[in-house]
């Protein structure tokens, strides 16, 4: 090993041993989380090794740009197919995710290339693109999930505000706020606790390569800052589409299941 | 009121209303009746569209309701729950989930109707009892002024005496003019408080009429 970026298979097989803890206690408490924590494993480290070799050719200074943005397109694409797939409930809501990341990828875009804060290369592109969209998909899977939850356990709540003659949007209100809440709350205890307790990846993998960790920070904070807007306009975007759809025409609450967490 | 014309709900192959006719007058107290299952409650939400049928029609004083204004409606036939819903904030706040204007003085009035006192208007609707929740419940509804109340089994979560006041304030209801539709399968509850029943079995009418023609002389 010459540096602390460059691991190699003995030192990613030694962090395996964690895995391995996390997969004893799966076992111990009989959380049924063993094929999960396998699953995931393997196909993160299948996906990053093929991402890995990818990029290598993506930020290729030779490589059009053009394979950059087609990238980031199938993140977006990919994010809106795994939310949909996470809260199957609402109707549409491949293309509400699909909307609320496209917003949320030309906002970020627009602050973190339109002003001038990265320039728009290969190398900045598919990362910022990967961290926005992967931390806003999160929060659009967790609002969506909350709503439908919140919507069928309290369905007796929200039938009686329709009942007296309230529309959908007022008689959803409760219950739409406390999705978002649930679904910002995380990101912005992230942000509050930023180098107190939380040193986020892309900080920490820079120090790790080896940059200053002054300059480290500075990457990371402007990340911190467009990845929480991008969390609430997702979040914002995905609860206010998903929840439209959960009402009929004619303000009546749509038929729920008990209850969409993915027991896998 | 309400004419129920070939009226389907739910599935063909697990109906909750299965080609109903029936008729809700637009007087009296009725009391629709029946076993588990047979869909009073489900003709009730038709009422005010928080259903809709699968076939046929339902109609309110001729006119089918699939062409109202469903807010509208929903004021104009007001309904009260099996279980009492109370929102958070005090009893005024939520008599202001349905008259965003109601001040002390009509909230008073209101709750009088119900049988609280005016008192009550500043209690935290989450700390009320059973009765007294279903009655924050019915000044609630009552604040739409509504032409008609549904009330589907409002006592069954309620003891002996609350169940007595809410029965009292139906018939007082009535008296005032406002027609009611009550959801009961208690037949004590039938021949105390009918003027009509309507007595569903498996999503049909069974029979209708006065209590002692529908449950004899018991």
Same mark, same amino acid.
């Given at each position: 090993?010459?540096?602390?970026?460059?691991?190699?298979?003995?030192?990613?097989?030694?962090?395996?041993?964690?895995?391995?803890?996390?997969?004893?206690?799966?076992?111990?408490?009989?959380?049924?989380?063993?094929?999960?924590?396998?699953?995931?494993?393997?196909?993160?480290?299948?996906?990053?090794?093929?991402?890995?070799?990818?990029?290598?050719?993506?930020?290729?200074?030779?490589?059009?740009?053009?394979?950059?943005?087609?990238?980031?397109?199938?993140?977006?694409?990919?994010?809106?197919?795994?939310?949909?797939?996470?809260?199957?409930?609402?109707?549409?809501?491949?293309?509400?995710?699909?909307?609320?990341?496209?917003?949320?990828?030309?906002?970020?875009?627009?602050?973190?290339?339109?002003?001038?804060?990265?320039?728009?290369?290969?190398?900045?592109?598919?990362?910022?693109?990967?961290?926005?969209?992967?931390?806003?998909?999160?929060?659009?899977?967790?609002?969506?999930?909350?709503?439908?939850?919140?919507?069928?356990?309290?369905?007796?709540?929200?039938?009686?505000?329709?009942?007296?003659?309230?529309?959908?949007?007022?008689?959803?209100?409760?219950?739409?706020?406390?999705?978002?809440?649930?679904?910002?709350?995380?990101?912005?205890?992230?942000?509050?606790?930023?180098?107190?307790?939380?040193?986020?990846?892309?900080?920490?993998?820079?120090?790790?390569?080896?940059?200053?960790?002054?300059?480290?920070?500075?990457?990371?904070?402007?990340?911190?800052?467009?990845?929480?807007?991008?969390?609430?306009?997702?979040?914002?975007?995905?609860?206010?589409?998903?929840?439209?759809?959960?009402?009929?025409?004619?303000?009546?609450?749509?038929?729920?299941?008990?209850?969409?967490?993915?027991?896998? | 009121?309400?004419?129920?014309?070939?009226?389907?709900?739910?599935?063909?192959?697990?109906?909750?209303?299965?080609?109903?006719?029936?008729?809700?007058?637009?007087?009296?107290?009725?009391?629709?009746?029946?076993?588990?299952?047979?869909?009073?409650?489900?003709?009730?939400?038709?009422?005010?569209?928080?259903?809709?049928?699968?076939?046929?029609?339902?109609?309110?004083?001729?006119?089918?309701?699939?062409?109202?204004?469903?807010?509208?409606?929903?004021?104009?036939?007001?309904?009260?729950?099996?279980?009492?819903?109370?929102?958070?904030?005090?009893?005024?706040?939520?008599? !202001?989930? #349905? @008259? +965003?204007?109601?001040?002390?003085?009509? /909230?008073?009035?209101?709750? &009088?109707?119900?049988?609280?006192?005016?008192?009550?208007?500043?209690?935290?609707?989450?700390?009320?009892?059973?009765?007294?929740?279903?009655?924050?419940?019915?000044?609630?509804?009552?604040?739409?002024?509504?032409?008609?109340?549904?009330?589907?089994?409002?006592?069954?979560?309620?003891?002996?005496?609350?169940?007595?006041?809410?029965?009292?304030?139906?018939?007082?209801?009535?008296?005032?003019?406002?027609?009611?539709?009550?959801?009961?399968?208690?037949?004590?509850?039938?021949? !105390?408080? #009918? @003027? +009509?029943?309507?007595?569903?079995?498996? /999503?049909?009418?069974?029979? &209708?009429?006065?209590?002692?023609?529908?449950?004899?002389?018991?």
């Amino acid at each position: 090993m010459d540096s602390a970026s460059d691991i190699g298979f003995v030192g990613l097989a030694a962090s395996l041993v964690l895995v391995v803890i996390a997969f004893a206690i799966s076992l111990r408490l009989r959380l049924r989380l063993e094929r999960d924590l396998v699953v995931s494993v393997a196909r993160g480290l299948v996906q990053l090794l093929i991402v890995g070799a990818a990029l290598a050719i993506i930020i290729d200074p030779d490589t059009p740009l053009v394979w950059s943005w087609l990238w980031v397109v199938g993140i977006v694409v990919f994010a809106a197919a795994t939310v949909k797939r996470r809260a199957p409930a609402v109707p549409g809501l491949f293309w509400i995710a699909l909307a609320a990341n496209g917003v949320t990828g030309l906002v970020g875009f627009a602050v973190a290339f339109g002003l001038g804060i990265f320039p728009v290369q290969g190398t900045t592109l598919v990362p910022i693109a990967g961290m926005l969209i992967g931390n806003s998909m999160k929060s659009a899977i967790v609002v969506a999930e909350r709503l439908v939850e919140a919507l069928s356990e309290q369905r007796a709540e929200v039938e009686a505000r329709l009942a007296l003659g309230q529309p959908w949007a007022a008689a959803s209100r409760p219950i739409l706020r406390g999705a978002l809440r649930t679904a910002l709350s995380p990101q912005i205890e992230n942000t509050k606790a930023l180098g107190i307790v939380f040193l986020p990846g892309a900080m920490t993998g820079l120090i790790l390569a080896g940059v200053d960790p002054l300059d480290a920070v500075l990457v990371q904070l402007a990340l911190m800052y467009l990845i929480l807007g991008g969390v609430a306009t997702t979040a914002a975007v995905t609860a206010l589409g998903a929840v439209r759809r959960l009402f009929t025409s004619d303000h009546r609450l749509v038929a729920l299941p008990r209850s969409t967490r993915d027991t896998g | 009121m309400f004419e129920f014309q070939s009226v389907s709900v739910g599935p063909p192959e697990a109906r909750r209303l299965e080609g109903l006719d029936a008729r809700l007058p637009d007087g009296g107290l009725t009391v629709v009746a029946g076993p588990s299952g047979s869909g009073k409650s489900t003709l009730l939400r038709l009422c005010n569209r928080l259903e809709v049928p699968s076939d046929g029609t339902v109609r309110c004083r001729g006119e089918d309701v699939a062409q109202h204004d469903p807010l509208v409606l929903r004021r104009e036939v007001a309904m009260v729950f099996q279980r009492p819903v109370t929102f958070a904030g005090t009893v005024l706040d939520n008599l !202001r989930e #349905a @008259d +965003r204007d109601c001040d002390e003085a009509r /909230g008073a009035e209101l709750l &009088e109707r119900a049988g609280l006192p005016a008192t009550f208007l500043a209690r935290d609707a989450g700390e009320l009892s059973g009765g007294e929740a279903q009655r924050a419940c019915l000044a609630r509804a009552l604040a739409t002024d509504p032409r008609m109340m549904l009330m589907d089994e409002p006592t069954s979560a309620l003891d002996a005496k609350a169940t007595k006041v809410l029965e009292r304030l139906a018939k007082q209801l009535v008296a005032d003019g406002t027609p009611v539709i009550w959801v009961s399968h208690s037949e004590e509850q039938m021949r !105390r408080l #009918a @003027d +009509r029943v309507l007595l569903l079995v498996d /999503g049909r009418v069974d029979r &209708e009429g006065s209590a002692q023609e529908v449950l004899g002389d018991g």
